[in-house]
C-alpha cells in the first residue's frame, strides 16, 4: 500500500488571547473559520480551525488558544514557519493591507527567485506569503478584508529547524516517502510529488547546530499535520513506523478526522490525518465555524464547558 503523503492537511499552534487570534486571521489574512471547539484533551481552551470555503486539507491552520498561556521559544526541534500560497503579483496588494493594520512585514533576502512576505502573527508565529504559480485545487475564502483575487490558496509548506539534520532528512525520505529536491547551503528542500504542484508539498529543513531548543507555548507551531486519504491507509502506515521502532500513538478519533501522533528524529511533533470525514460533519457548510461544536462524548458537559470558555466574536 502506497503511504507516501500528498502533502499537509494542517499546521496547529499555540496562542494566547483568543480574539486576537481571530481577529488576525479572520480580517488581516482572510482565512474562514470552519471549526470552532475545543481542545479534546483539554476542553477548558478552544480549538480554532481557519481554511478556505470548506476547510479543505492542506489549508488549515488551527490554534489552541490559551489566555494566561506564556511566551514560547522559536528554535531547534520545532516547526518554526508556516508559509501559506497566495497568486502571483499579490504580495504588493498584501504588504499595503497589512501595512494599513500595522502589521509589518519583510521580503526575506536569502530564498533565491522565490517571492515571499514574512511577518509575526499577535503572538509572534511565523507567518509567510510566496507567491506562487502553483496549481491548488482548493476554494479560497472570499474574507470581507481580502478579494478572493488575492486570497490565500493554501499552505505552500512548513519550515523544520534543526540541530542535526540527518535523523529527520532519513526519516523524510523513508518512513514518510519525502523526495529531496535541492540543497542550498544550510536549507534541504523535500517535496511530496514530482511536480511541486498542490497544497502543502514543502518541507523545508534548516540547519542550525548551535540554535537553543525551541520550547512549545504561545507564538510556536503545536505539530504539523500530514494527509492520509482514509483510514485503512493511515493504519498501513502507523503499522510502517511501528515496525521500524517508531514511538506513534493509537488511532484517536477528532470527529473532522482521525489522527495518529509521532515524533521526528530532531523533535518536530508530526500528525497523520485523514482527510474525512471532513468539517460538515457536524454542521451545515455555510454555518461553518459559527457556534461551538462538542465531539459527541462532550455533550453532556456542554453547559460546563461552554462557561469555562471567554467570548470570542468571530463574525458573520
Known amino acids: 500500500m502506497d503511504v507516501r503523503p500528498s502533502g499537509i492537511h494542517h499546521v496547529t499552534a499555540i496562542a494566547g488571547d483568543p480574539q486576537a487570534n481571530a481577529d488576525f486571521y479572520l480580517n488581516a489574512l482572510g482565512m ?78 536569502e530564498r533565491g527567485s522565490e517571492d515571499v512576505l514574512s511577518l509575526r502573527d499577535p503572538d509572534g508565529l511565523v507567518i509567510e506569503l510566496a507567491a506562487s504559480a502553483d496549481y491548488h485545487d482548493t476554494d479560497p475564502w472570499d474574507g470581507a478584508q481580502v478579494p478572493v483575487e488575492h486570497a490565500i490558496r493554501g499552505i505552500r509548506a512548513v519550515t523544520f529547524t534543526e540541530n542535526d539534520v540527518e535523523g529527520t532528512a532519513e526519516m523524510l525520505g523513508g518512513e514518510l516517502g519525502f523526495r529531496l529536491a535541492e540543497e542550498d547551503g544550510d536549507r534541504l528542500r523535500f517535496r511530496t510529488n514530482d511536480s511541486g504542484a498542490g497544497v502543502g508539498t514543502i518541507v523545508d529543513v534548516l540547519a542550525r547546530p548551535r540554535a537553543e531548543r525551541g520550547l512549545v507555548a504561545a507564538g510556536t507551531v503545536h505539530h504539523v ?24 500513538t493509537e488511532i484517536r478519533d477528532r470527529c473532522y478526522f482521525t489522527s495518529i501522533y509521532f515524533r521526528e528524529p530532531g523533535g518536530v511533533l508530526l500528525e497523520i490525518a485523514t482527510d474525512g470525514p471532513g468539517f460538515d460533519y457536524d454542521e451545515p457548510l455555510l454555518d461553518l465555524g459559527r457556534s461551538l461544536k462538542l465531539p459527541p462524548w462532550m455533550e453532556p458537559d456542554r453547559e460546563q464547558i461552554a462557561a469555562r470558555l471567554p467570548e470570542v466574536e468571530v463574525g458573520p
Open 225 to 248: 499535520a500530514y494527509r492520509a486519504p482514509d483510514g485503512p491507509v493511515q493504519a498501513a502506515w502507523r503499522e510502517r513506523l511501528e515496525n521500524d521502532g517508531v514511538g506513534v
Open 32 to 109: 474562514r473559520m470552519v471549526k470552532r471547539t475545543v481542545n479534546f484533551d483539554a476542553p477548558e481552551t478552544y480549538h480554532f480551525y481557519y481554511g478556505d470555503r470548506a476547510g479543505h486539507p492542506g489549508t488549515i491552520m488551527t490554534f489552541f488558544p490559551w489566555p494566561d498561556a506564556p511566551q514560547g521559544r522559536r528554535g531547534a526541534g520545532q516547526a518554526t514557519t508556516t508559509t501559506f500560497s497566495v497568486p502571483e503579483g499579490s504580495l504588493g496588494w498584501w504588504a499595503d493591507h497589512l501595512a494599513a493594520l500595522d502589521v509589518p512585514t519583510t521580503r526575506p533576502t
